[in-house]
């Protein structure tokens, strides 16, 4: 008997997690932390998206419309827009709630959202994939590209590992992190049933966010297909994809065991690729991930056909794909290119994520973004550098292994007939004239930030949405769609609302600081900025809370198409196509993991709007094609920044 429970004691010890060991008692050689409270108790009990009222949505249209509409257009809109209210609309929106009705499990947007994805024919980089970049490592000897590398992966790997065992901290909002975010509240909530459990959380002013997205940051790709592509994750893979100088490396990170490989062995199969003089490919693959989804498509049957089955899966199947740059970084321009879309050459632009780092250990994501949004990625980054700068896998001083890594690393050889050769040499010149026709500017204005703004009572991001409207109305004299993205990640299925900074409250606030600034006085103007204030405080908040327009008029929109009924008049309103074509398309992500961001501008005369409003400065980051200066107009920003915190401090502004 004794022995019997010997070893039963030595399986459990053996089968124990290793979070036990490690860094420090919570923490681990596996894992990131054990949430006391599963990583999915939320999840079930999570708010459903409610569908708005269309009364509501129609209001709310029509405001979104004013600022961008003479009287005679604004008139023709809202006749439209009523005589939708009142017929095929209102059925349209009856047969959307009741089909929502029947699907609880998860959102009215999931389905059309998804579509609007990954029907798109446009290439994902540049249209699509955004970028993040970490923040360098506070301990400078760590930023170097190998142990950077080596670092970041472990990280990546635990966080997987962490989120796969349930034992993540799951993603809260917490309003009053006294009351919520504490050991009590967490060792009480945990006994809560999981259909319950939201409420418990509601009652604390917590909000648990939707984390349905999580699962495909990992062995996740898009697959190219013709009309609509497809979303791949195989979890069992165990494998991780390196580029380097357009070559393919592969090398497992999971052992058989189901346990991450010892960082050293990671180390030193890093090191081999990197000491691989192998020259580029001749034809890189690379390419063919940044081409026109229906010709990459084709290419993919044919290189399917010809014998490269096996190497594609291993590509598709991997747990993320780790891009090694042979070049440091030279300023944050160089920077910004090189997360947004590199050379072409040495990146996968269909994986999840792609994990860039260049030779001096600067690293950014650049991700698809049909499978999820900022939400997922950001909370991934948050933990990974918090990991690899606080508990890092290894030091400068450590060793790589001796494991041959000769035998461990495979490179992945592509056989390519002509026809294959022909369409990367295609999708290159592509490529290289796309890039070659988009700018990037940056600026970072240091004269005050979110400290000063919530001093003064106004929201830091409505300030700087008011300067951009400002900016371009200062640039070309007018007021253009504008977007700004919004997580709804607080209800089930959740993925973004479309928040319309252009009001009838910016547009005045503008036209007054612009044209006649010396007409108004100081306390006029402050007055003028409070009211934009208000007013984008209520978008913001109703956008979060499900109750903006866009998406459900998008949604009405996609159940017609559907049900193949003729496209209402409102739809092909040509108010409603210039709503839009956002000309301007903005989105803010902060965090003290990141850096800088970035995107592409989302139509050909935009501008693609990435900024940060930190505690003392503010920092925007614009891509444009030729039809528009982004220099220019990040000129206009910065003035009007100027102006704002000038009359925000009580000073008279200049023209």
């Not at 459990?12 to 860094?23: C, E, I, M, S, T």
């Not at 670092?151 to 962490?162: D, E, G, P, W, Y």
């Not at 980051?621 to 910065?638: A, D, H, M, V």
Request: hydrophobic share 35%.
């Amino acid at each position: 008997m004794a022995a019997r429970q010997l070893l039963l004691r030595r399986r459990a010890a053996a089968a124990a997690p290793r979070w036990r060991r490690g860094y420090s008692s919570a923490g681990a050689a596996e894992y990131l932390h054990r949430s006391i409270v599963p990583t999915m108790h939320y999840q079930k009990s999570l708010p459903r998206l409610p569908v708005p009222k269309l009364e509501d949505t129609i209001r709310r249209y029509l405001n979104a419309q004013k600022p961008l509409l003479n009287d005679d257009q604004f008139r023709k809109t809202e006749e439209l827009a009523h005589r939708f209210e009142k017929g095929i609309g209102r059925e349209l929106h009856e047969q959307l709630v009741a089909q929502d009705n029947q699907n609880k499990h998860t959102s009215y947007i999931t389905g059309p959202w998804f579509d609007m994805y990954l029907k798109a024919r446009e290439p994902v980089v540049l249209n699509f994939n955004p970028f993040t970049c970490f923040n360098p490592d506070p301990k400078s000897e760590y930023n170097d590209q190998l142990i950077r590398a080596t670092n970041m992966i472990v990280s990546a790997l635990r966080f997987m590992k962490t989120f796969r065992a349930g034992y993540l901290e799951p993603e809260v909002f917490h309003l009053n992190p006294k009351k919520s975010d504490t050991e009590i509240f967490k060792k009480i909530i945990r006994f809560v049933p999981p259909s319950l459990s939201w409420f418990g959380a509601y009652m604390v002013n917590a909000y648990p966010l939707d984390m349905s997205q999580y699962f495909r940051l990992f062995n996740s790709t898009r697959l190219p297909k013709l009309n609509r592509d497809e979303l791949y994750t195989e979890e069992k893979a165990k494998h991780l994809l390196v580029l380097r100088n357009g070559n393919f490396y592969v090398f497992d990170v999971i052992d058989r065991d189901g346990n991450i490989l010892k960082p050293s062995e990671i180390q030193a199969h890093l090191k081999y690729i990197l000491s691989d003089n192998s020259p580029a490919p001749a034809f890189p693959l690379g390419y063919l991930s940044s081409e026109n989804r229906d010709t990459w498509a084709l290419l993919r049957k044919n290189l399917l056909d010809n014998g490269n089955e096996a190497a594609l899966q291993k590509v598709d199947s991997a747990v993320f794909c780790l891009s090694l740059d042979d070049f440091p970084i030279k300023d944050f321009l160089h920077l910004s290119h090189t997360m947004l879309h590199g050379d072409g050459v040495n990146r996968w632009f269909d994986k999840s994520f792609n994990l860039i780092i260049t030779k001096d250990g600067t690293a950014g994501l650049n991700f698809e973004h049909s499978w999820g949004d900022g939400v997922a990625v950001v909370r991934f980054q948050n933990e990974v550098f918090k990991d690899s700068t606080k508990a890092p896998a290894i030091s400068p001083q450590s060793q790589p292994a001796s494991v041959d890594s000769s035998r461990a690393v495979q490179k992945l050889d592509f056989k390519l007939n002509d026809a294959l050769k022909a369409g990367i040499t295609k999708a290159k010149q592509k490529f290289d004239a796309s890039v070659e026709a988009l700018s990037l500017n940056l600026i970072q204005f240091h004269e005050g930030g979110k400290d000063f703004l919530k001093q003064k009572k106004v929201s830091p991001d409505a300030v700087a949405q008011l300067a951009f409207q400002m900016a371009f109305l200062r640039q070309y004299n007018q007021t253009v769609a504008t977007y700004e993205s919004c997580s709804t990640a607080a209800f089930k299925h959740g993925r973004t609302e479309a928040i319309r900074p252009a009001s009838i409250h910016t547009k005045k606030c503008s036209e007054a600081f612009v044209r006649e600034p010396s007409k108004h006085s100081t306390e006029e103007l402050q007055k003028l900025i409070d009211e934009c204030s208000k007013y984008h405080s209520r978008l913001t908040k109703e956008a979060a809370m499900g109750q903006g327009f866009d998406r459900h008029l998008f949604g009405l929109r996609c159940l017609a198409l559907s049900k193949g009924i003729a496209l209402p008049d409102f739809y092909e309103d040509q108010a409603y196509a210039q709503l839009n074509h956002n000309i301007i398309s903005t989105s803010t992500l902060a965090s003290p993991a990141l850096q800088l961001g970035g995107f592409g501008p989302v139509v050909s005369d935009g501008f693609g709007v990435a900024y940060q409003v930190h505690d003392d400065w503010i920092g925007c980051n614009i891509s444009s094609y030729p039809t528009r200066n982004g220099k220019e107009f990040l000129q206009c920003i910065y003035k009007s920044l100027e102006d704002i915190f000038n009359v925000l401090k009580g000073k008279k502004i200049s023209s």
